[in-house]
């Protein structure tokens, strides 16, 4: 049967990603795409489960992004009801943040693209069975979930510039979260966030764009099938 899964975004311009859309077609995943600066969240009791996307907001900033308060409770209620739950980057913190982590600044700015390492709990995650233990990742992200972690969380990938770049809690493998953005790391995807957001990568020490946009061609189609495999691991799990 096919899944139905409620996605939440936060910018205009930073959507489920090339990557995303494709291998939910091909999993036959309904992604209900909610843009929650304006729109309000439905009911997520009907859906499979919530698949929450990165953007600008930090954690902390309800304030400057009222729609945030809304958000986090709708979180509570899938972790307190036990539904899937996938986060990506923004998505990845506030589900930390609903588990009761700290979120701040990284002790670098992650933009572009690096190299992630499975833990050992990560290699026996079923979301990364045939993933090889080192893989690319794209990040694009100033803040990030900082240890120590409450013991439920456990940390299934990390790498040189971001020490927890997943998680997800034991004993509970369909709840999710991802530092990185691989689900938009398509060349046309890259182009556009770089675009939209060029004065955040203006700041010191600036990125260079002609080199993210290379590495993005360079890592199109391996990173299209990784995150394919990822995903099609993920529904597997949660069917």
């Not at 929450?52 to 954690?59: E, H, I, K, R, T």
């Not at 729609?67 to 899938?78: N, P, Y």
């Not at 690319?136 to 927890?164: D, M, N, R």
């Amino acid at each position: 049967m096919a899944k139905k899964i409620l996605v939440l975004q936060h910018m205009p311009w930073e959507g489920p990603g090339r990557h995303l859309i494709r291998s939910a077609r091909n999993q036959q995943v309904q992604l209900d795409i909610v843009e929650a600066w304006h729109q309000p969240i439905p009911n997520v009791n009907p859906y499979d489960g919530l698949i929450v996307l990165g953007g600008s907001p930090n954690v902390d900033q309800e304030k400057e992004y009222p729609f945030l308060r809304a958000e986090k409770e709708v979180i509570r209620l899938v972790l307190k009801a036990d539904k899937a739950y996938l986060g990506f980057c923004l998505g990845h913190q506030l589900l930390a943040d609903a588990l009761g982590a700290r979120i701040g600044p990284n002790f670098c700015r992650s933009v572009g693209f690096i190299e992630g390492h499975t833990t050992k709990d990560g290699r026996q995650h079923e979301m990364f069975a045939g993933m090889p233990k080192s893989f690319p990742l794209f990040k694009w992200h100033g803040q990030a979930v900082l240890p120590p972690l409450p013991k439920e969380i456990e940390v299934l990938v990390t790498s040189a510039e971001c020490e927890v770049e997943a998680i997800s809690v034991r004993g509970r493998p369909h709840i999710v979260g991802l530092q990185f953005d691989n689900h938009a790391a398509a060349f046309s995807d890259v182009r556009v966030w770089a675009e939209k957001d060029q004065k955040w990568l203006s700041h010191p020490p600036a990125v260079n764009r002609a080199v993210l946009m290379k590495d993005a061609k360079k890592h199109e189609a391996l990173m299209g099938e990784q995150f394919e495999l990822m995903f099609s691991n993920y529904i597997k799990m949660i069917s």
